[in-house]
């Protein structure tokens, strides 16, 4: 028996209310592809999440529609998930500066000390 | 937290948690949590932990899906042109917050196609809710107000939690349905300081939704171990009576001063304990309701099969067999 619904686009369809159609086959919705937005010219692009699409293109339809239909965008990225390289978050202590490695940091010079005592010595000559 | 790493062999429900799981880590799991950290897709967790967001995000993405249905009756009638414009308008914001949850709820390793199996076939929920017709335009006004309102309630505590992905899913989505909820706010108030037909219209929307409204945010809860645990892992951000509560204290009065009223002669804020006190909705009809038998059930499964398998022939033109799924990173 088909569905009579008080929607009128439902009863339309003429669906049966047994049918058993529609279950998806594995990798029928496709791979996915992550989404980098840019709000702001001069901004960074930031990860804002995926979407599932047979192509670069379709992602990038999907992308605009999902994540930049509300507020600001100024350009959007979209990269195949299979295709990002990525640190285990297990490996974090990589990501560690050791102690010897200060001298990479701008704390690591002070030279207003040493400017000091150069100007008191050429005061006292 | 480090005790709670510890099994009692006596403790059935909590041996059947976190039984299998490896203590250190299930208590660096548990430390993380408890200061406040995120758990993204890559990190440890408690198989339980796993499971139950999973079925949670499904079922919220589900509800998403679903719950565009019931307010997608109404597009063809809409009062106005304006009106049309803002309901096509939330209906596709709904349908993409679907698609956030979905892809949030793959990060933990299911795919795509079985959550869409999974609610064709029956296996997972979706909220009740949207097993009831939306008989008037005044139900579609009733819903973008007071579901979305209670949705929101439940989403801005979830959003609290402690799954990365979740949690960003729902940051974005809570900034959407505010609109949802001034445009349901501003539909109702326009029928309820309208004509004595919309009021009345209005009236006995109100009349038939307050069940499912009071459905919406599930029996009270337990007292159970394991409601304790899905709370200390932040799944559960608050018992369902407190929700419920908070949705009360904030949209009751905004009813009642509408000249509205809602079929329940005992409800009314307790004073004293800040609480509302209320008639428990009829939880035999919520069990009879999730179980398939409320009024829209089938018809609603019904109509996202016959969606999916429409569209089959398209994705199958631009299916590329070459192509290999890897789970989406966060």
């Known amino acids: ?75 959007l990225w979209v990269v195949k998930t299979a295709d990002v390289f990525a640190t285990e978050y297990e490996d974090s202590d990589i990501f560690d500066t050791i102690s010897d490695k200060t001298y990479r940091e701008p704390e690591a ?17 | 937290m480090y005790g709670n790493a510890y099994v009692d062999p006596e403790n059935k429900i909590v041996n059947s948690i976190t039984a299998n799981e490896d203590p250190i880590k299930l208590a660096e799991f548990e430390s993380r ?7 993204e897709p890559m990190d440890w967790m408690p198989a339980e932990y796993k499971k139950q967001l999973v079925r949670m995000i499904e079922q919220h993405a589900h509800s998403e899906i679903i719950g565009a249905l019931p307010e997608g009756t109404w597009i063809t009638r809409a009062p106005g042109f304006r009106r049309k414009l803002a309901l096509m308008a939330k209906v596709q914001d709904e349908i993409g917050h679907g698609q956030l949850l979905y892809s949030a709820a793959e990060t933990l390793g299911k795919s795509r196609e079985a959550m869409t199996n999974d609610l064709i076939t029956g296996k997972s ?3 009740n809710v949207f097993n009831y017709p939306a008989k008037t335009w005044a139900d579609s006004a009733v819903i973008a107000w007071l579901i979305d309102a209670g949705a ?38 326009f029928l309820a300081t309208g004509t004595p037909v919309q009021r009345a219209m209005v009236q006995d929307a109100l009349n038939r939704w307050w069940e499912p409204i009071m459905h919406f945010f599930g029996p009270p809860d337990k007292e159970s171990i394991h409601t304790a645990t899905l709370m200390r892992w ?46 428990e909705p009829n939880w035999e009809v919520f069990k009879q309701v999730i179980n398939g038998n409320g009024p829209c059930n089938k018809e609603r499964l019904a109509v996202r ?8 022939w398209v994705r199958k033109a631009l299916a590329k067999p070459t192509e290999k799924y890897v789970t989406p990173l966060s």
């Open chain 1, 1 to 75: 028996m088909n569905i009579v619904s008080i929607d009128p686009r439902v009863t339309r369809s003429h669906i049966d209310e047994n049918t058993q159609e529609g279950i998806a086959n594995p990798m029928e919705h496709f791979q996915t592809y992550e989404v980098f937005e840019q709000k702001k010219r001069g901004t960074h692009h930031i990860h804002v999440g995926s979407v599932h699409a047979p192509s670069a293109e379709m992602a990038m339809i999907f992308a605009k529609e999902q994540y930049s239909r509300r507020g600001q965008c100024v350009n």
């Open chain 1, 109 to 125: 010079y002070k030279v207003i000390d040493r400017i000091q005592a150069f100007k008191e010595r050429q005061k006292a000559n």
């Open chain 2, 33 to 39: 949590i408890a200061a406040g950290n995120k758990i």
């Open chain 2, 125 to 127: 929920k979706y909220s």
């Open chain 2, 152 to 189: 929101i309630v439940n989403q801005l505590a979830n959003s609290k939690g402690s799954y990365g992905p979740y949690c960003r899913a729902l940051d974005r989505i809570c900034a959407e349905e505010s609109f949802h909820l001034k445009y349901g706010h501003d539909n109702v108030v």
């Open chain 2, 234 to 279: 932040k799944v559960k951000m608050g018992s369902n009576d407190d929700m419920r509560n908070m949705f009360l204290d904030m949209y009751v009065p905004k009813i009642w001063d509408l000249g509205l009223t809602l079929p329940d002669p005992n409800l009314h804020k307790n004073e004293e304990t800040g609480r509302w006190e209320y008639t």
């Open chain 2, 305 to 312: 099969r016959k969606a999916e398998e429409n569209g089959r």
